[in-house]
């Protein structure tokens, strides 16, 4: 009785309490979890509008209806009439994915405009580069050159380097897979 | 009955001033430097640290009986980390841009000292209504020491307040030429030693309390006081 | 050259106490001399790099059943039952060492830097190899930071303050003086 105490109960108790713990944040992680992927949520749609002013885009999906994924792009967001793409990107900044922008792209492949989603980097520092002033320099480039010429941020050097390597796969992406994005 | 509520009033108050666990404790300095570089920052942190110490405490006082004392630690443990992981949960679908600014910090909660040490000081011993009380003073009088902070480094870091709310306040002249520094690392153990000064030079309490495991409440938890002199002394 | 890159980044450049301030209660606790600094720093980088080996595991299981959310409450608890099972077993069979160490070991079950130093690996999905470089690393800048410290700190303890600075206003400005050294380094990499 005595060892049942001392040795048996604690263990029990321990694992029925990590068992309850566990099978309760189960629940609530079915209760709170939205599956995103694949939707055109509103913060997609304001970012749309305000690259292009308006928000007719879909996004690019196969044939059985899973996102299409490219190197380091999220979700590539088209309107073929147009010939209008975006690319949703997540980047490291100072944080990791601190940096989740749209990066738009023009019928020419050049950038058409730059939105963030969420800017996830320090405060006052890193959120400097969530500028309109300084997004719209990124605004006409369509080579990596181009890009790299713009300049950085002063005392945001890694949110800088994050939003340039974000706006650089853009870019590549369009040149790379032009036909494959829009079907041709 | 008006001894009791004198005594629960008691718990809820001691914790926002006079026990003040950040400034007069000395407790969880790592998210006190870490994320106060935004007042709204310092209010979300300290409030799901709050949600956090309330839970846990009435959990663990109503399951006092029924944790053996040897597996207590482990026990704890879980307990707060289910209730972190709540909270992740919960700001993630609510505060997607807060979650990613505090980042590694939200996970973190789950070691800050506070909570395993008003576990095992308070929520262990006493009633459930009072362990509550006593993790909502606590935990507000964290949230009040990181607004506290947080606006220092703001307003002269960045030259705003309360940035990433309807409320935004511009500071005319320091918004176009912040003293970055504050907002750095650097800046942060420097605003937090002067505040703990002029909290000495207010409360004149003698001054050498040092940081060191006499007053940290998880050595008592974790390894029991003489390895923790031990440590200290050697 | 990924490897050194890891290693010259947590050491310098995001140096776990300075710049990512994880670790701060054991860092202005143990300080004080350089001897105990010593002992600290060598028990935090085995503890790291013992749980970078045993939460990567844990982590692909979690993987594998697609319940990576309760990542804290297994690192958690892992780690401090780990730590616990190793000061038994030193003290038991290595008492030497158990002197050398043991006394440190407790006082970092619940250490922020430890949990920290396993989440970032699991958000860096960074591959088993990779894990341990970021953990010894992190953990030999944290005694890095450790005996710089406490090197001021016996300064500190000579020269003249006004009263209200003793004690704690004091180290923690003195910390932000060295932090505001190892900023230097950011342009490394």
């Known amino acids: 009785m005595k060892f049942f105490k001392e040795k048996i109960m604690p263990s029990l108790v321990l694992c029925l309490i990590c068992s309850l713990v566990c099978l309760l944040l189960v629940g609530a992680y079915e209760l709170t979890y939205v599956d995103n992927t694949g939707v055109m949520t509103d913060e997609l749609k304001a970012g749309c509008k305000e690259v292009f002013g308006s928000d007719d885009f879909e996004i690019l999906k196969d044939a059985e209806g899973n996102v299409i994924e490219f190197d380091g792009v999220t979700a590539a967001i088209v309107n073929k009439e147009t010939k209008q793409c975006l690319f949703e990107i997540y980047e490291n900044g100072y944080s990791k994915d601190g940096i989740h922008v749209l990066v738009g792209m023009d019928e020419n492949g050049a950038v058409a405009g730059v939105t963030f989603i969420t800017c996830g980097e320090t405060p006052g520092l890193g959120t400097k580069v969530n500028d309109k002033d300084y997004l719209a320099k990124f605004i006409g480039a369509n080579n990596e050159a181009a890009v790299d010429s713009v300049d950085k941020v002063t005392g945001a050097s890694y949110s800088s380097k994050g939003i340039k390597a974000a706006i650089t796969t853009a870019v590549n992406t369009y040149s790379e897979n032009r036909e494959a994005i829009f079907g041709e | 009955m008006s001894d009791n509520t004198h005594g629960a009033m008691h718990e809820f108050v001691k914790g926002i ?11 969880g300095m790592c998210p006190t430097l870490a994320i106060t570089t935004q007042a709204f920052n310092g209010i979300g942190m300290g409030l799901a640290t709050t949600f956090v110490l309330v839970c846990s405490n009435i959990v663990i006082s109503m399951l006092k009986k029924v944790i053996p004392s040897t597996v207590r630690l482990p026990c704890f443990i879980v307990i707060i980390a289910g209730f972190v992981t709540l909270i992740e949960f919960l700001m993630k679908g ?13 996970s973190l909660i789950t070691v800050n000292c506070i909570i395993l040490g008003r576990a095992e000081a308070f929520a262990s011993k006493n009633t459930v209504i009072h362990s509550a009380l006593d993790g909502l003073g606590m935990g507000l009088g964290f949230t009040l020491a990181l607004f506290f902070m947080a606006s220092i480094r703001e307003i002269v870091g960045s030259g705003t307040w309360l940035a990433g709310t309807k409320f935004m306040i511009e500071i005319p002249w320091v918004h176009d030429n912040p003293t970055l520094i504050f907002i750095m690392p650097a ?19 003698k001054p050498p309390k040092e940081i060191s495991c006499e007053n940290c409440p998880n050595a008592a938890a974790c390894a029991g006081k003489e390895s923790c002199e031990a440590a200290a002394a050697k | 050259m990924g490897y050194i890159l890891i290693l010259v980044g947590t050491v310098l450049v995001n140096n776990i106490v300075l710049s990512q301030f994880m670790g701060i209660c054991a860092f202005l606790g143990v300080s004080k001399q350089m001897k105990s600094s010593v002992g600290m720093g060598a028990a935090v980088i085995f503890v790291m790099v013992c749980a970078a080996v045993i939460t990567y595991p844990i982590y692909k299981l979690l993987e594998h059943f697609e319940i990576t959310y309760l990542k804290t409450v297994a690192f958690i608890l892992v780690i401090a039952m780990f730590v616990q099972m190793v000061e038994m077993i030193i003290k038991k069979l290595m008492p030497p060492l158990y002197k050398a160490l043991g006394i ?13 130093v396993t989440i970032t690996n699991v958000d860096e999905s960074y591959n088993i190899a990779q894990s341990v470089v970021n953990a010894f690393g992190t953990g030999v800048g ?6 710089l410290f406490s090197g001021v700190r016996s300064r500190i303890n000579d020269s003249k303050l006004p009263e209200t600075f003793k004690g704690v206003p004091a180290t923690l400005i003195a910390a932000s003086i060295v932090s505001l050294s190892f900023m230097g380094f950011s342009g490394l990499i």
Do not use: D, H, Q, W
Not at chain 2, 17 to 27: A, F, H, T, Y
Not at chain 2, 94 to 106: A, C, D, N
Not at chain 2, 187 to 205: D, E, Q, S, T
């Open chain 2, 187 to 205: 800046g942060g153990f420097f605003v937090l030693g002067c505040l703990i000064a002029v909290i000495n030079k207010l409360a004149k309490r």
């Open chain 3, 142 to 147: 944290f005694t890095l930071a450790l005996l």
């Open chain 2, 94 to 106: 609510y505060l997607p841009e807060m979650y990613s600014e505090l980042g590694i910090f939200l």
């Open chain 3, 104 to 116: 440190y070991l407790p006082l970092i079950t619940t250490n922020c830097a430890v949990l920290g």
């Open chain 2, 17 to 27: 001033i006079k026990e003040n666990p950040v400034l007069v404790g000395l407790l």
